[in-house]
C-alpha cells in the first residue's frame, strides 16, 4: 500500500459477497452452526475507494458465530445432527443383516439387536418391528424364515460380491459414506455390534461371518482386522 502523511492512496481490498447460507460442522466453535458461503474479489483501492478488480479471492465458508472461515471442503464434514441419524441408521440395517443371515428364531439375538438398535438412537425400536422388516426383507429375497430363512455361506457370498442383493445395497448405501467420519474405533465399534448380535444365541453361523466380513469391507476395514475383531467378540463372555 502507498501511504503519505497517514493517508492510503493506494491499496487492495477484498470484497465479499455471500452467495448462500445453512448449517455446518464448525470446527472453531465444536458444534453444529449456521454458515454463510461467500466469494471475495481483490480490488484496487485510491483513497480507501475499490475501483479495479484484481483476481479472486477464492470461496470461503464463514461460521456466523466465530467468523473463522474455512475452505469450501468444511462442507463435506455432516453436522452433529446428520452424523448421528447415519450412525443410526448403520446399526440398524447391520442388525438386519445379520438377523437375515442368521435367521431370527434365537430370542437372544433378536434382543440384543433391539437393544443395539435403541442404543444407537432408535429409541421406540421394539422386537416386532424389526421382525416385521425381517419379514419384508425374507419375502423380497424369496425365502422363508428359520432355518430356511439364511442364504447358504457360497451364496450369500456371491450376493454380496455386487449382484444387487439387498445385503448388498444397503449395506454399501448404509456403511461407505459413514466411514470416511469415522476413525478406526468407531469403524470396528460397529462391526463389533453386529458381532454381539450374531454371537448372542451361539457361535458365527457361515452366513453371519459372510455378512460380518462384507460389514467390515463398507467400513474399510482390511480383512485382517475383520477377522481379529471377530475373534477378539467371540472370546469375550457376553
Known sequence: ?????????????????????????????????????????????????????????????????????????ALEQPTTTVFSAMLRDAVHTVALAVLTAGGSTGRAARETAVEAVRTAGFTDCTEDQLLGLLAAIVADEGRF????????????????????????????????????????????????????????????????????GAVGRCLGLVGEDTARILEAAARTPS
Open 1 to 73: 500500500m502507498l501511504h503519505i502523511k497517514g493517508l492510503c492512496l493506494l491499496g487492495v481490498r477484498t470484497v465479499w459477497h455471500t452467495e448462500g447460507d445453512g448449517e455446518f460442522f464448525c470446527a472453531g466453535c465444536g458444534g453444529d452452526r449456521g454458515y454463510r458461503r461467500r466469494t471475495g474479489t481483490r480490488r484496487l483501492t485510491v483513497l480507501g475507494l475499490p475501483l479495479l478488480p484484481r483476481g479472486s479471492a477464492g470461496t470461503v465458508v464463514e461460521c456466523v458465530v466465530c467468523r473463522a472461515r474455512s475452505g469450501p471442503e
Open 145 to 212: 424364515p428359520g432355518a430356511a430363512g439364511s442364504l447358504p455361506a457360497e451364496g450369500l457370498a456371491d450376493s454380496l460380491d455386487g449382484c444387487g442383493s439387498w445385503l448388498s445395497i444397503e449395506l454399501h448405501e448404509a456403511l461407505e459414506p459413514l466411514s470416511r467420519h469415522l476413525a478406526p474405533q468407531g469403524r470396528e465399534r460397529v462391526l463389533l455390534q453386529g458381532a454381539r448380535i450374531a454371537l448372542a444365541d451361539g457361535p458365527y453361523l457361515p452366513a453371519e461371518r459372510e455378512v460380518l
